[in-house]
């Protein structure tokens, strides 16, 4: 599987996390992962089903047919239509936009557990995910930054990653939500002495 930044954007971002890690005590981590974030046939078989029910009945009236030729119809439209839907480019448009932000919010949470980043001493962990294929950013940022700064501080390092995606560039848009999280969290986390470095700052794909 191609990676989806090359290793030039990948040293890109992780320069970023250093640079950023420099003015605060706090953590920060960056995701990218490089699959859709659904997988299973299920919405490309649920909408040709649906659409293998109704059309039929539309030719109906135009056309009266029987049973059997009916359910032939219905047939051919279904096999037609999941294999149109199943190509992968169309597959992920057939996911409901809710539906995608739920699961692109799931994986976030799961990376950000697995990753062990709820376990800083401070509980200072931010992590930035990107599920590429699927265009969309979470940002989880744990117990103590949310105390301090509260939920408003991963909706705007969000939205700073969301516009600089929009021009393509992923490693810029990372490299710059990284930037954002830095200065917002070295306001209340500013580094000291004492600290160390708890994570690594390497990009993870996955």
Not at 169 to 196: K, Y
Request: net charge neutral; glycine share 4%.
């Amino acid at each position: 599987m191609t990676p989806v930044l090359d290793q030039a954007a990948r040293e890109r971002v992780l320069a970023a996390v250093r640079a950023a890690e420099a003015q605060t005590s706090a953590e920060i981590r960056v995701v990218v992962l490089s699959r859709p974030l659904i997988r299973h046939p299920f919405y490309p078989v649920l909408w040709a089903a649906l659409a293998a029910l109704a059309l039929p009945w539309l030719l109906v009236l135009a056309v009266p047919l029987r049973l059997i030729p009916l359910l032939a119809v219905q047939g051919l439209i279904f096999l037609a239509l999941l294999a149109l839907l199943s190509v992968p480019a169309l597959a992920r448009r057939t996911v409901p936009p809710a539906v995608r932000r739920a699961a692109a919010r799931a994986a976030a949470l799961d990376r950000f557990l697995a990753l062990g980043i709820h376990l800083t001493e401070s509980r200072t962990g931010l992590m930035i995910l990107a599920a590429a294929p699927d265009r969309l950013i979470e940002v989880v940022a744990d117990e103590t930054i949310l105390a301090k700064l509260g939920p408003g501080v991963c909706e705007e390092v969000c939205a700073v990653v969301s516009k600089a995606a929009a021009d393509g560039d992923l490693s810029g848009a990372l490299a710059a939500g990284v930037n954002q999280a830095g200065i917002r969290l070295s306001e209340t986390f500013p580094a000291s002495a004492q600290d160390r470095n708890e994570l690594p700052d390497h990009v993870i794909f996955a």
